[in-house]
């Protein structure tokens, strides 16, 4: 992946962090479970980091500039699975509106997840500058991490094992 393309990869990703980070901030003030509140505003601010670091990334790019280094993260694209949502299962790509339920928020903010984790997964195979790769694994397993927490929270609400009043 040279330069030119990998700036394109940034200015996508920033959108999806922006897109999330809108998201997860109305779904922390619209939700009016306690729990949900804390997780949404948790991973707004997860996005908002993410963003933050990306628009770094990219403004050293155009600035002629190299790879950021990011301290503490692990490599290892090798414990990133190819797919995070099971093939055989549909996840909602819809708008989020006024007659959306919790159970329509937590599906789309899965969805946010999946689609920067395979850009970010992506960009990592596709990057022969090992920095450059480092960089988009450590984002890629931000958006793994992300997806198991809204993923436990759906299974835990809406799941087969889910206790309903």
């Known amino acids: 992946m040279n330069d030119v393309v ?6 996508t990703a920033m959108i999806l962090e922006q897109t999330g980070k809108q998201f997860y901030l109305k779904a922390a ?15 707004a601010n997860d996005e908002s980091s993410h963003f933050e670091l990306i628009k770094r990334q990219y403004q050293d790019l155009v600035g002629g500039k190299s790879w950021l280094k990011i301290i503490g993260s692990i490599p290892g694209l090798a414990d990133l699975p190819d797919k995070l949502f099971p093939p055989e299962k549909q996840v909602p790509n819809q708008i989020i509106n006024k007659s959306s339920n919790a159970e329509d928020a937590l599906l789309f903010g899965i969805n ?34 992300h997806y198991d927490v809204l993923m436990i929270r759906y299974d835990f609400q809406y799941g087969p094992l889910a206790w309903y009043p």
């Open 6 to 11: 990998a700036i394109d990869v940034l200015q």
């Open 112 to 145: 946010i997840e999946i689609r920067s984790y395979d850009l970010y997964r992506k960009s990592a195979l596709e990057s022969d500058d090992p920095v450059a790769k480092e960089f988009f694994e450590y984002l890629a397993s931000q958006e793994s991490y």
């Open 29 to 43: 003030q619209t939700t009016e479970d306690v729990t949900g509140k804390e997780m949404f505003a948790v991973l």
